[in-house]
């Protein structure tokens, strides 16, 4: 069994260019499971789907053992269920059902993987059974050009039922690869290939080099006949027995620290001592019991200016529990206004004078972020997530200009911090904590008052790009600080 960080070496310091084309599988090789069955579940919710086409459907669709022609009736039926839609009501059904089911279900080591090759220059393509309208968000995010997939028939923008040629399924995904790198020019001996299922042996047989990936028994036997390398992805969608423990302990453990720190707030009188003890103190238990050790680089650096306002990256849940756990003091933040009513947590982060944001409401998120300046004002730091809202992959998301008006308007510095992979170990929508360790680095510290007015949005891009480069070449934990790029002044 191969280890990711070997592979990921192995591309890195491997042949580099377009030439070198690295093919991906989609369902259960990018994703844990079968997209298809998103569309499924939401058919039967919605009462979409007869008793008959029911049982059909689920009669053979994901078996291992389904021969081309089993497959091929069976995407025929689906692309039946597709007729008379518009192609683009299509393609945003399943930009929807990526937002709200699949991006859960994400491996971290396929996204991984992709952005190595990415890194390298490779030519990198999704090739499925799987239709383009499945697949295209998740390439999207991940910056993925190429898809090969089966095609449905589209006149005059609309879907017709047919098929369009028969499904990349088995052989046919294989001659697709091959017709694509001759177009292309790719050296597919020199290629790679990421699959788990056992159709998928003609298609890596056709790379230089596949890779295994959760691999079906007999895709296993084939692959360690030919002494092909087998990966092990996480499993994404049912957390650990020790991860639910873990996360319920750690929950237990704040609302415990919280509870203590109203008592003594009620005693003394002193909410910022109170908020600043409750978020150091309730957080360094709660990661210690989920089992999750937090490695900075550049610590020094959360300290060199304060007050100011932290930017950083917003993946997970989380994200609280690191933020408190590293700033430890004089704290507050700017969070979503449905937190302010949530028991036990809502209280503490009014002691810890945070300000809700109406994101429903612009007029009213703008007031918001006034006692945020105020604060800063008063000598306290602000935490803000510039990307407004939770990411759905581990890609940066665009930055609002929030964070940096309140450091403005404040006469304070901006000081970026980076995540690498809290959605690793819990996912946007995730309710349990997987242990491990959070990845973090810290930037200099950036005048953003000196900005002029006009190129406020091309500094933010800027902004941007550097936790778009952190987290694409991480610093190497020895190193002894991190050189931010020049910001534009003007």
């Known amino acids: 069994m191969s280890d990711i960080a070997t592979v990921l070496e192995s591309i890195k ?47 053979t669709p994901f078996r291992q053992d389904v021969d081309e022609a089993a497959f091929t009736a069976l995407f025929s039926d689906f692309a039946k269920t597709l007729a008379g839609s518009a192609e683009e009501d299509v393609r945003s059904l399943w930009f929807e059902l990526f937002i709200s089911r699949i991006a859960r279900s994400m491996f971290f080591e396929g996204y991984e993987l992709v952005r190595a090759h990415l890194r390298a220059g490779h030519t990198v393509a999704i090739a499925s059974s799987a239709t383009k309208y499945q697949i295209e968000p998740l390439a999207e995010e991940y910056g993925i050009a190429h898809i090969l997939a089966t095609e449905l028939e589209v006149k005059r923008g609309v879907l017709n039922g047919n098929l369009c040629g028969q499904p990349l399924w ?78 319920v302990g750690a929950y237990s453990a704040m609302a415990a620290t919280m509870f203590a720190g109203m008592a003594y707030n009620k005693f003394y009188k002193e909410p910022r001592r109170t908020a600043d003890m409750v978020g150091s103190i309730g957080t360094e238990l709660g990661l210690a019991i989920a089992g999750i050790k937090v490695n900075i680089v550049n610590e020094h650096k959360l300290w060199e200016h304060r007050p100011a306002v932290f930017i950083l990256n917003h993946q997970s849940k989380l994200d609280f529990f690191l933020f408190y756990n590293i700033i430890r003091r004089e704290l507050t933040g700017v969070v979503k206004k449905e937190a302010e ?21 612009s007029k009213r998120a703008i007031e918001a972020l006034q006692p945020a300046v105020d604060r800063l004002r008063r000598g306290l730091s602000v ?104 910001i534009a002044k003007g």
């Open 341 to 361: 009513n949530v028991p036990i947590i809502g209280p503490f982060l009014k002691m810890a004078e945070m300000s809700f944001l109406d994101r429903s409401n």
């Open 170 to 247: 088995g052989i046919n995904k294989a001659s697709a690869v091959k017709q694509f790198s001759k177009a292309k020019k790719i050296k597919l001996s020199h290629s790679y290939g990421y699959a788990n299922g056992r159709e998928d042996i003609d298609f890596l047989s056709v790379t230089g080099k596949p890779y295994m990936v959760n691999p079906h028994a007999d895709l296993r036997k084939h692959g360690n006949a030919n002494a092909w390398p087998e990966l092990r992805f996480a499993q994404r969608k049912r957390a650990p027995i020790k991860a639910i423990a873990g996360t």
């Open 383 to 486: 935490a803000i997530s510039p990307e407004g809202t939770r990411s759905y992959t581990p890609r940066v998301g665009e930055f609002k200009k929030g964070a940096f008006h309140i450091a403005r308007q404040a006469g304070v510095p901006i000081i970026p911090v980076v995540i690498r992979n809290a959605g690793e170990l819990m996912w946007r929508e995730d309710n349990a904590m997987r242990a491990g360790t959070v990845d973090i680095c810290v930037l200099d510290a950036m005048d953003v008052c000196s900005w002029p007015e006009d190129s406020l949005a091309e500094n933010i891009a800027l902004v941007r790009q550097q936790f778009v480069d952190t987290l694409e070449n991480w610093p190497a934990a020895s190193a002894p600080e991190i050189k931010s790029f020049a």
């Open 13 to 59: 310091f491997g042949p580099q260019g377009p030439q070198i084309a690295a093919f991906f599988d989609f369902d259960g090789t990018l994703i844990e499971g079968y997209s298809a069955l998103v569309y499924i579940k939401k058919r039967i919710r919605e009462g979409d789907m007869g008793i008959a086409e029911l049982f059909n459907t689920l009669r």
